[in-house]
C-alpha cells in the first residue's frame, strides 16, 4: 500500500478510504465494504475537475469543442488508460485475478481512488490528482478531436452508407448507477451495439465500434 500511495502522490490520512476503493464486490458485496459507493462519488469528482480544467484551459473555445474534448477525457477507455498508469490494477482487491484486465472495473477502481482522496483530502486534493493525472492528455490535442458520432457521420456519408440511425436497445443497473445499451444501424452493415453510463456516451461506444467496421 505504501508503494501505491507513492504512485497516487496523496497521503491518505484515513488509509480505509483506500483499501475500499481497491476492493471488488467479488471480495466484500457489503454495500459499504467495496468501492461501489466511491466510484459513484469519484465519476462526479472527476467529471467537475476536468470542466474546470478545460473551462480555464480553453478560454476561447465554444461549449461545442469543450464538450468533445470533455468525452473523450472522461470516457471508459481514458480512465481505464490512466488506472493502468497508476498500476490500479496490480493493487485491486479481487476473487478471480481475470478481474484485473477487466477495462469496465479498471475505470471503476480510478474513479473511485478519485471519491477516496477528495473524502481525505477535499476538493483540492482531489483536483490536484486529477490535474497531475490528465493534464497531459489535455496539452497532446491542441485542438478538439472528433467524437465517434461525428466522425461515423462523415464516413458513412462519403462511403454512401447514408446516416446512422441510433436506437436504445437496453438497460442495467440501478437508477443511481445505470448502464445504457445503444445500438447504431447502417444500411447493409450489421448493427454496433455500445454501453455507457448516460445514452450520450453509449451512443459514442456504438459509433466507435461501427466505425471499426467500415473503416
Same mark, same amino acid.
Given at each position: 500500500?505504501?508503494?501505491?500511495?507513492?504512485?497516487?502522490?496523496?497521503?491518505?490520512?484515513?488509509?480505509?478510504?483506500?483499501?475500499?476503493?481497491?476492493?471488488?464486490?467479488?471480495?466484500?458485496?457489503?454495500?459499504?465494504?467495496?468501492?461501489?459507493?466511491?466510484?459513484?462519488?469519484?465519476?462526479?469528482?472527476?467529471?467537475?475537475?476536468?470542466?474546470?480544467?478545460?473551462?480555464?484551459?480553453?478560454?476561447?473555445?465554444?461549449?461545442?469543442?469543450?464538450?468533445?474534448?470533455?468525452?473523450?477525457?472522461?470516457?471508459?477507455?481514458?480512465?481505464? *488508460?490512466?488506472?493502468?498508469?497508476?498500476?490500479?490494477?496490480?493493487? *485491486?482487491?479481487?476473487?478471480?485475478?481475470?478481474?484485473?484486465?477487466?477495462?469496465?472495473?479498471?475505470?471503476?477502481?480510478?474513479?473511485?481512488?478519485?471519491?477516496?482522496?477528495?473524502?481525505?483530502?477535499?476538493?483540492?486534493?482531489?483536483?490536484?490528482?486529477?490535474?497531475?493525472?490528465?493534464?497531459?492528455?489535455?496539452?497532446?490535442?491542441?485542438?478538439?478531436?472528433?467524437?465517434?458520432?461525428?466522425?461515423?457521420?462523415?464516413?458513412?456519408?462519403?462511403?454512401?452508407?447514408?446516416?446512422?440511425?441510433?436506437? *436504445?436497445?437496453?438497460?442495467?443497473?440501478?437508477?443511481?448507477?445505470?448502464?445504457?445499451?445503444?445500438?447504431?444501424?447502417?444500411?447493409?452493415?450489421?448493427?454496433?451495439?455500445?454501453?455507457?453510463?448516460?445514452?450520450?456516451?453509449?451512443?459514442?461506444?456504438?459509433?466507435?465500434?461501427?466505425?471499426?467496421?467500415?473503416?
Amino acid at each position: 500500500m505504501e508503494e501505491l500511495k507513492k504512485i497516487l502522490k496523496h497521503e491518505f490520512k484515513d488509509e480505509s478510504l483506500l483499501k475500499k476503493a481497491l476492493t471488488h464486490s467479488s471480495v466484500n458485496s457489503h454495500v459499504d465494504g467495496n468501492y461501489e459507493r466511491l466510484e459513484f462519488l469519484g465519476d462526479r469528482v472527476l467529471g467537475v475537475s476536468i470542466a474546470s480544467l478545460l473551462y480555464r484551459l480553453f478560454p476561447g473555445e465554444p461549449e461545442g469543442s469543450l464538450s468533445q474534448r470533455f468525452t473523450g477525457l472522461v470516457c471508459k477507455e481514458t480512465v481505464a *488508460m490512466v488506472g493502468r498508469t497508476l498500476r490500479l490494477n496490480e493493487f *485491486m482487491d479481487v476473487a478471480n485475478r481475470e478481474i484485473r484486465d477487466n477495462e469496465n472495473v479498471l475505470c471503476d477502481v480510478c474513479e473511485a481512488v478519485i471519491g477516496a482522496i477528495y473524502i481525505d483530502g477535499g476538493v483540492e486534493d482531489a483536483i490536484k490528482f486529477v490535474n497531475n493525472h490528465w493534464r497531459e492528455l489535455i496539452d497532446k490535442n491542441v485542438a478538439p478531436p472528433k467524437d465517434a458520432k461525428t466522425q461515423l457521420q462523415e464516413v458513412a456519408h462519403v462511403k454512401g452508407y447514408g446516416a446512422p440511425v441510433y436506437k *436504445m436497445v437496453g438497460r442495467t443497473g440501478s437508477e443511481h448507477e445505470p448502464t445504457f445499451f445503444i445500438s447504431v444501424s447502417l444500411k447493409g452493415v450489421e448493427d454496433a451495439v455500445g454501453e455507457g453510463r448516460n445514452k450520450k456516451l453509449a451512443e459514442f461506444d456504438a459509433a466507435a465500434k461501427m466505425l471499426q467496421r467500415i473503416e
